[in-house]
């Protein structure tokens, strides 16, 4: 990657078809460990980066206008990886804010992504513009995080083990247990003053530049076949009617919910591994919903 450029840890696997797994917060590319040998056998060179600020990619100091963690910036990061690795043409599928980063990735850069999955998300413009009661409580961290002069960075930063283990366990379905070594990795990428600095200019730009930027992109569609999966038992399943909603954004739309709550990867990798194969198609094959 070029110098004047963070670099990102990228981890790679498999040969066929490029697919880029994006990952969400506060994780890091484990989040993807239990469908990433499920992609690999099914064909598919498997492209697992973690994004800038998080994991063990570089972690730039935030800029006043928060531009530098804006999800234009951090799609940028990912066609450069891609750039490196010789591929022109590529999936991408994101989890969270890996899955926005997804989403301006395709509207950026639409002759580079063949196919986009997102993962437990509504479009970022259409959940601020929608935002009520009951958002401002589930998301509350959109707000707390986006707060400035260093506020959230103490808050955080207190305890940002507890702070991360009870993320994990209050978006995910009651019961659930996450593998504790990835939840150790988890906790050993963010819990430094510039994990969760980087973390809280996430959030800074998503109220910021990431708006403006979705909101002069209103009524531009995405070119590409989306897949949109989300946790049956998560706030987008009860906020949202998730299909009809990315309909309003892009052509070609199927998906459907998971068993689970948030962290659908991890909760119910068997289900997330059959639409992705199904979606991406066999190895020089189209994938379901595209005409050959």
Do not use: N
């Not at 990912?78 to 590529?90: K, N, S, T, Y």
């Not at 988890?186 to 003053?193: K, S």
């Not at 009617?241 to 659908?264: E, K, N, S, T």
């Amino acid at each position: 990657m070029d110098a004047a450029e963070p670099t990102l840890h990228v981890t790679r696997r498999g040969e066929g078809p490029p697919v880029v797994l994006l990952h969400g917060y506060p994780q890091t590319h484990r989040m993807w460990d239990r469908v990433v040998p499920g992609l690999v056998a099914a064909g598919h060179e498997v492209i697992a980066p973690d994004l800038r600020g998080y994991g063990d990619s570089d972690k730039p100091a935030g800029d006043p206008g928060h531009r530098r963690y804006a999800k234009r910036t951090m799609a940028a990061d990912v066609v450069r990886v891609m750039d490196e690795l010789g591929h022109d043409r590529f999936a991408v599928v994101g989890h969270d804010r890996g899955a926005r980063v997804g989403h301006r990735l395709a509207l950026d850069h639409p002759e580079r992504v063949e196919r986009l999955a997102v993962l437990d998300i509504a479009p970022t413009l259409h959940m601020i513009e929608h935002a009520d009661a009951a958002f401002a409580t589930g998301y509350y961290h959109w707000f707390l995080l986006a707060q400035p002069d260093g506020l959230p960075e103490r808050l955080v930063g207190a305890d940002p083990e507890l702070y991360l283990r009870e993320k994990l366990r209050r978006w995910s379905a009651p019961g659930f247990v996450f593998d504790e070594d990835a939840v150790r990795d988890y906790v050993r990428c963010f819990a430094t003053p510039e994990a969760v600095h980087a973390s809280c200019e996430d959030y800074r730009a998503a109220l910021g530049p990431d708006l403006d930027d979705d909101r002069a992109s209103r009524g531009q569609r995405l070119a590409c076949p989306v897949l949109v999966l989300w946790g049956a038992a998560g706030f987008v399943a009860r906020t949202y009617d998730v299909l009809d909603v990315w309909r309003g954004y892009a052509d070609d739309v199927q998906g459907h919910a998971v068993p689970g709550g948030h962290f659908c990867a991890e909760e119910s990798p068997a289900e997330v591994l059959d639409a992705l194969v199904a979606f991406l198609g066999e190895p020089g094959e189209p994938g379901e919903g595209t005409a050959a």
